[in-house]
């Protein structure tokens, strides 16, 4: 008797119980990505046999999240504020909390009106992209110093055919004309050199450059605040993601270089995780 989707799943998840903390999802997105089909097929279809290829494929796969590497690089792709995004080795995986820094940023840019703004460190380009498809008046311009990550970016504005969005390799505003943004968005490095989480999960896979930021999580948001007064326009906003515990630091921060207008903003879970700040 060849397996069914049903078992496939039902053994996939065993398999990966102790290995994540989501393994029915896990097991059916590594399937739907294997099959091109959607998640909600495997509940129409559950009794349709597997091809023993497919199997085989499929259980490769979930060996894979097994070992601990994150379905996203499996798949390659991640949802990010309802895109499709390509991800790889090279970028960080787009997380949801991120969707905040997104939606602040849709507040500050007023109805009808072209604003240029910048995303630094913007990897897959999720955070540029999200906004670019929500606000097809503005410019936006993504910047990371991964050429590997530019090159990700600039695959999924063309796939997601947005024309208001150009990305370029650089460290973070060097070089960049004084008063060029209305607003600059970061979702920077921030955690500490020695925090013990960059050892525990998904985090394990990806970009080190992209996640660890000095001592204390905070050397590029240091770099990025005198930057990010030079290159705003009066009256233009910084929009920063930061660590759950950074938000006093870098309000501070923010004061001394003569910002204004400090808001801190939390999460889906309540964490401290956005500041804005105004010139
Ligand atoms: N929020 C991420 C984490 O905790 C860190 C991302 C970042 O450094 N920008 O893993």
């Given at each position: 008797?060849?397996?069914t989707?049903q078992?496939?799943?039902?053994?996939?998840?065993?398999?990966?119980?102790?290995?994540?903390?989501?393994?029915?999802?896990?097991?059916?997105?590594?399937?739907?990505?294997?099959?091109?089909?959607?998640?909600?097929?495997?509940?129409?279809w559950p009794e349709e046999?597997?091809?023993?290829?497919?199997?085989?494929?499929?259980?490769?796969?979930?060996?894979?999240?097994?070992?601990?590497?994150?379905?996203?690089?499996?798949?390659?792709?991640?949802?990010?504020?309802?895109?499709?995004?390509?991800?790889?080795?090279?970028?960080?995986?787009?997380?949801?909390?991120?969707?905040?820094?997104?939606?602040?940023?849709?507040?500050?840019?007023?109805?009808?009106?072209?604003?240029?703004?910048?995303?630094?460190?913007?990897?897959?380009?999720?955070?540029?992209?999200?906004?670019?498809?929500?606000?097809?008046?503005?410019?936006?311009?993504?910047?990371?110093?991964?050429?590997?990550?530019?090159?990700?970016?600039?695959?999924?504005?063309?796939?997601?055919?947005?024309?208001?969005?150009?990305?370029?390799?650089?460290?973070?505003?060097?070089?960049?004309?004084?008063?060029?943004?209305?607003?600059?968005?970061?979702?920077?490095?921030?955690?500490?050199?020695?925090?013990?989480?960059?050892?525990?999960?998904?985090?394990?896979?990806?970009?080190?450059?992209?996640?660890?930021?000095?001592?204390?999580?905070?050397?590029?948001?240091?770099?990025?605040?005198?930057?990010?007064?030079?290159?705003?326009?009066?009256?233009?906003?910084?929009?920063?993601?930061?660590?759950?515990?950074?938000?006093?630091?870098?309000?501070?921060?923010?004061?001394?270089?003569?910002?204004?207008?400090?808001?801190?903003?939390?999460?889906?879970?309540?964490?401290?995780?956005?500041?804005?700040?105004?010139?």
């Amino acid at each position: 008797m060849p397996t069914t989707i049903q078992q496939a799943i039902q053994t996939a998840t065993a398999k990966l119980k102790d290995s994540s903390d989501t393994p029915k999802l896990d097991a059916e997105v590594l399937l739907a990505h294997l099959l091109k089909k959607n998640r909600v097929h495997f509940l129409t279809w559950p009794e349709e046999p597997l091809s023993q290829i497919t199997e085989r494929f499929f259980f490769d796969l979930v060996e894979r999240r097994a070992e601990g590497e994150p379905v996203a690089y499996i798949t390659g792709m991640q949802e990010f504020w309802s895109l499709k995004l390509k991800v790889t080795t090279d970028t960080l995986i787009p997380r949801p909390e991120t969707e905040v820094v997104v939606e602040q940023t849709l507040v500050l840019i007023p109805d009808d009106t072209a604003c240029d703004i910048a995303d630094l460190g913007t990897g897959s380009g999720a955070i540029a992209l999200a906004i670019a498809s929500e606000c097809p008046q503005c410019n936006v311009f993504g910047i990371d110093q991964s050429k590997s990550a530019i090159r990700v970016a600039e695959t999924n504005a063309r796939q997601l055919d947005l024309s208001n969005v150009s990305f370029s390799q650089g460290n973070w505003l060097e070089g960049v004309d004084a008063h060029s943004f209305d607003i600059i968005v970061a979702n920077p490095p921030y955690v500490a050199l020695n925090d013990p989480h960059l050892q525990q999960g998904d985090v394990r896979f990806e970009p080190k450059t992209a996640l660890v930021s000095g001592d204390d999580g905070l050397d590029d948001i240091r770099t990025i605040i005198p930057q990010a007064k030079k290159c705003l326009k009066r009256k233009g906003w910084l929009v920063l993601e930061h660590g759950y515990d950074q938000q006093p630091q870098i309000m501070a921060l923010l004061d001394a270089a003569g910002f204004r207008e400090l808001h801190g903003l939390t999460d889906y879970a309540k964490q401290p995780r956005v500041v804005l700040a105004r010139l």
